[in-house]
């Protein structure tokens, strides 16, 4: 079939010429006073213009359908216009194009000498039938279905190569492709449901790929779509899930009445579940499915994802349910209010939890934790930033390895004696801590816990405190620390005292400083990069720098900064002390090392120093936000010199306008903005 024949009819089909004449016959009535003719005629003449604009704009918009794939949206289009002009060409014509684009030649024989048999032989579109049949013809008496004739094996290998929707598409060629298709597990065992047209038109054939399903994640807001799923997880046919996530968009939809269909669907669900997110954060009020009724429907859960918009103690549940423990071991809860009382009962039940992500809880946690949580690994008190995810697969050693403590939200700093507790306990094997601590409820830390020793740390983040002893009381536990390889500190009381530590340490790969004040630690800093950059001639030292609103950096800093030649990636953020002519200085001498650089809310970044960015012999990505004097001239010079940049983002940048993102486009494959 020639291609010419899936493009739209050209609007010649319905010519002007018929209107014309009616306007004048119209114009003639009215001058000779014979007015129920022109009413006749005028209204006529509008009828067929409609009818003309209407069938057009649907031809239009089928032919469109199809080139997306949608071809049951196309077909509804064609069978419109057959229905308004049963007696042109262009319905049939479009109806048969969009069955030979899916394969489907008898349904497109059909179809044209349905046409053949309507269409006046006089009409324009009449011949142009007689072809399109003759090329169906033709078609089907020589096509190959490689779908047919193929090993099932290979079919399903090309299938799993094409995208989404072009997959769902493929259910609508013929019964043999449907068949083959349904058939195929790995097309079906990951699927996510959003509220495209390909996620409803999956919904049809849910019975047939339930069993294939083993990762399920809804996210619809679409009420159809949730209770046909709805309907197939209480059937039953999905025994094979795995892995289920609940989006909030979706559980909105649960409404109180439906709270028994739910359960039955969780516990027709439950067999093989070993991973569950459930976000009830948005839900109608009075829907709760509580945590330990959930333990109890999926008695073979390992990890919980569990979010509400309510307080921990109204969605916990009656530990009755539960008979014996639960091997539950990762479990993340997400609530306004989670203190230790409503804890306990939940831990309690799951002594085996090996990682525990909580948001929204006090310091009240720690000791229930301590006291119930022999396996704990990794704990997470409101963290900002994702917590390390459990190795379900890996056996480590017992003992809490990675710990997060800040203050829940609305606090500025959480209590550090009863964290600090377990810290100590499981000081020979914590190997991440990240803790936003106040001293204020033990007036005598230093001597409480004199003998901290993080002898296997790897990564320490804190916040310092003025007149506190939290920060020497942290910086001497890691005295002597060979491990220690990512180090970052906010607000330090003592730079100073920061610095004399590092220099006594291997050289670490990471270091951040953050709102370091402007006397503060200047001369500091200089002496730890002078010295991470006599050790980077001859070995490993420091290979990632942040610098957040440190007001302690200057130029003198900046330059010290720029001797380290192992050095791969830097993120500068608000350095207000710093030159225009210390970075440009920067930029050069480090122009054969860095691979990453982060510029965030600097005023002295100029299109200059987007030129020197191009230059960088090495660099692959670029992050520029907030810079209020960069243009468009500086990111299409950057674009011109570099040959090694791969990925650039360009985020509130005022006067970067739409036409420099274009221009990076297309050099490069990765812009955002």
């Not at 009535?29 to 209204?43: D, G, P, Q």
């Not at 620390?481 to 340490?505: G, H, I, K, M, W």
Request: charged fraction near 20%.
């Amino acid at each position: 079939m020639s291609a010419t024949i899936y493009a739209p009819l050209p609007d010649t089909v319905f010519t002007a010429g018929p209107a014309v004449s009616s306007f004048n016959t119209v114009k003639y009535s009215v001058e000779h006073k014979n007015y129920a003719r022109a009413i006749k005629i005028a209204s006529e003449t509008i009828d067929r213009i409609q009818k003309s604009l209407m069938i057009t704009v649907f031809d239009h918009r089928a032919y469109s359908y199809g080139m997306q794939g949608q071809f049951q949206l196309a077909i509804n289009d064609a069978e419109k216009i057959i229905a308004r002009a049963p007696d042109l060409a262009v319905g049939y014509l479009r109806l048969g194009s969009v069955y030979v684009m899916q394969g489907r030649q008898r349904s497109a024989i059909r179809t044209f000498e349905c046409g053949l048999q309507n269409v006046s032989e006089t009409s324009s579109g009449y011949k142009q039938l007689v072809r399109c049949k003759e090329s169906a013809l033709r078609s089907s008496e020589s096509r190959v279905d490689f779908v047919a004739r193929l090993p099932t094996e290979i079919v399903h290998d090309v299938v799993m190569l094409l995208p989404r929707d072009n997959k769902v598409s493929c259910l609508n060629v013929s019964r043999i492709w449907r068949k083959t298709l349904l058939e195929c597990k790995d097309l079906w065992r990951d699927l996510v449901s959003a509220d495209g047209q390909t996620d409803y038109q999956i919904t049809s054939v849910l019975p047939n790929i339930a069993t294939h399903i083993e990762n399920l994640d809804l996210c619809t807001s679409n009420n159809h779509i949730w209770i046909r799923y709805l309907r197939c997880m209480r059937s039953g046919a999905m025994n094979n899930i795995k892995a289920f996530r609940l989006g909030a968009t979706t559980a909105k939809l649960i409404q109180p009445a439906m709270i028994m269909a739910v359960t039955t669907a969780f516990c027709n669900i439950s067999a093989m579940l070993t991973k569950l997110e459930l976000d009830l954060s948005e839900s109608a009020s009075g829907v709760v499915i509580s945590l330990l009724d959930l333990l109890h429907i999926f008695v073979n859960l390992k990890t919980l994802d569990y979010t509400v918009d309510c307080a921990l103690p109204c969605v916990v549940g009656e530990p009755e349910l539960l008979d014996g423990t639960h091997g539950l071991v990762d479990l993340t809860l997400k609530s306004p209010l989670i203190n230790g009382a409503n804890l306990q009962p939940v831990l309690q039940q799951c002594p085996q939890l090996r990682r525990l992500v909580l948001t929204g809880c006090t310091s009240t946690i720690w000791n229930v934790v301590s006291e119930f949580c022999p396996q704990l690994e990794i704990i997470g008190c409101n963290p900002k930033f994702p917590v390390v995810p459990l190795d379900h697969t890996q056996k480590t050693a017992p003992g809490l390895r990675h710990i997060w403590a800040l203050a829940p939200k609305g606090a500025t700093r959480l209590p550090a004696g009863d964290c600090l507790a377990l810290v100590q306990r499981y000081m020979k094997t914590i190997e991440t801590a990240h803790l936003h601590l106040s001293s204020a409820d033990i007036p005598n830390l230093g001597s409480m816990f004199g003998d901290l020793k993080l002898d296997k740390l790897r990564r320490l983040i804190y916040c310092g405190e003025p007149s506190s002893d939290i920060e020497p009381l942290l910086l001497r536990s890691i005295q002597g620390c060979t491990a220690l390889s990512n180090f970052c500190v906010a607000a330090p009381s003592n730079v100073e005292l920061v610095v004399s530590t590092l220099l006594a340490l291997p050289p670490l790969k990471s270091l951040g400083i953050a709102y370091t004040v402007a006397t503060d630690g200047h001369t500091s800093l200089k002496q730890l990069f002078d010295h991470y950059a006599t050790i980077s001639r001859r070995s490993a030292s420091l290979e990632s720098i942040m610098l957040r609103w440190c007001s302690s950096t200057t130029d003198e800093v900046l330059s010290a900064l720029a001797g380290i030649k192992s050095l791969q990636a830097i993120k500068f953020m608000g350095l207000s002390r710093v030159t225009p002519q210390g970075l440009q200085g920067f930029f050069r001498v480090q122009s054969n090392n860095i691979t990453t650089v982060t510029l965030v809310g600097m005023p002295s970044i100029t299109d200059i120093h987007l030129i020197a960015l191009g230059n960088m012999k090495q660099l692959e990505v670029v992050n520029l936000e907030e810079l209020e004097y960069i243009t468009d001239d500086g990111i299409v010079n950057m674009m011109d010199r570099t040959s090694t940049i791969h990925s650039l983002s360009v985020v509130e940048c005022s006067l970067v306008t739409e036409s420099a993102i274009q221009y990076a486009r297309r050099v490069l494959q990765n812009v955002t903005i």
